[in-house]
C-alpha cells in the first residue's frame, strides 16, 4: 500500500523542525566554535585516528593559522571563508572541502559529512564546494593569496592513536620544492617533490629548505613572477625556523652544499 507522503517520515525533511535539529546536532561538534562568526578564512583538518580500544574517531581540528595554505597530501581539509555582504552587512559563506591525492576514502566520507553539518550549523546558508589536489578553482585558489603549498605524507586514516597524534613530534630532514604558476592562474602551485637533482627543471623555480640554510634555484625558462614568489616563499621558510636560517638566493653551479644536498650536479631536463 502506498503511503502518502504527508504521512511520512520524510514529510519531516527540510522542515523548520528538522532544520532546528540539525542545527542543534552540529552545534555539539566543539571544533566549530567561532565558525563564520567574523570575516576571513577558517581551517580544518579531518583527523581520524583510533582509541587504546581501537575504536575509529573521526572528526576534524582546527588547522593552525600560520599553515593556512598548506596541505598534506594525505589528507582533506575544510575552509570556511566568510565574507561581509555589503548590501545588508551580513555574512556570507563559502565551504571548500579540499581531497588530497592520497586522501583515504574514511577521510573523503568524514570532509563530506563534516562540510555538511558545518552547513547546517549556519543555516543552510553557505554554498559548498568539492576541490581536489592540483585542480583547484579559481575561487578556492584566492582564499590563499600567498599561495599553497602541498605537502607530501598526513594523518593515517583510522590507524593512528589518539595517543601518537597528541605526542608525535615531526621529523622534517632536507625538503625541496617545485613551484609554478600556471597559465591564466595568479596563484604559485607548489608541490614537496623528491629532493634529487632529477627534480629539477629548467622552466619552474624551486626552494631547498635544509632547515639551516633555504636556497632558491631557478631555472633558465622561468618567469620573474616565479622568481618572485620563490623569493617569499623562501623568506617564509626562515621565518618558520624563528628567523634563524640562512637565505641563499639564486644559487648557480659553484654551491657545493646546494648540489651535495641533490646529490651531485649534472644535467637539468628541460621545461615540462
Not at 553539518?117 to 576541490?131: G, I, N, S, T
Not at 613572477?225 to 634563524?244: D, N, P, R, V, W
Request: with cysteine; charged share 30%.
Amino acid at each position: 500500500m502506498n503511503t502518502p507522503i504527508e504521512e511520512s517520515n520524510l514529510a519531516h525533511i527540510g522542515s523548520d523542525e528538522d532544520k532546528a535539529a540539525k542545527k542543534c546536532a552540529a552545534a555539539i561538534e566543539m571544533n566549530w566554535e567561532g565558525a563564520g562568526e567574523s570575516p576571513g578564512i577558517q581551517v580544518w583538518r579531518v583527523e581520524n585516528v583510533r582509541d587504546e580500544n581501537n575504536n575509529p574517531n573521526f572528526g576534524i581540528n582546527p588547522w593552525p593559522k600560520k599553515q593556512y595554505g598548506q596541505f598534506f597530501d594525505g589528507d582533506s581539509y575544510i575552509i570556511l571563508q566568510t565574507v561581509t555582504d555589503e548590501e545588508d552587512g551580513g555574512f556570507m559563506w563559502d565551504i571548500y572541502f579540499w581531497i588530497g591525492s592520497g586522501s583515504s576514502q574514511d577521510e573523503y566520507g568524514v570532509a563530506a559529512y563534516k562540510a555538511n553539518e558545518l552547513d547546517d550549523l549556519l543555516d543552510d546558508a553557505p554554498v559548498q564546494h568539492r576541490e581536489t589536489e592540483g585542480y583547484e578553482s579559481p575561487e578556492f585558489l584566492a582564499c590563499f593569496p600567498k599561495g599553497i603549498r602541498y605537502l607530501n605524507g598526513g594523518i593515517d586514516s583510522g590507524f593512528r592513536s589518539v595517543e601518537d597524534a597528541e605526542n608525535a613530534t615531526e621529523k622534517i630532514g632536507a625538503r625541496l620544492f617545485h613551484l609554478r604558476k600556471r597559465d591564466g592562474e595568479k596563484t604559485v602551485h607548489m608541490h614537496q617533490v623528491k629532493v634529487a637533482l632529477s627534480s629539477l627543471n629548467q622552466g619552474d623555480t624551486f626552494v631547498l629548505d635544509d632547515a639551516d640554510t633555504i636556497y632558491t634555484w631557478f631555472g633558465t625558462d622561468c618567469s620573474p613572477f616565479e622568481k618572485s614568489k620563490a623569493a617569499q616563499i623562501a623568506h617564509g621558510l626562515s621565518l618558520e625556523g624563528h628567523g634563524h636560517s640562512t637565505l641563499k638566493a639564486d644559487v648557480q653551479d659553484d654551491d657545493e652544499d646546494f648540489w651535495t644536498i641533490l646529490g651531485g650536479r649534472g644535467k637539468i631536463k628541460e621545461a615540462d
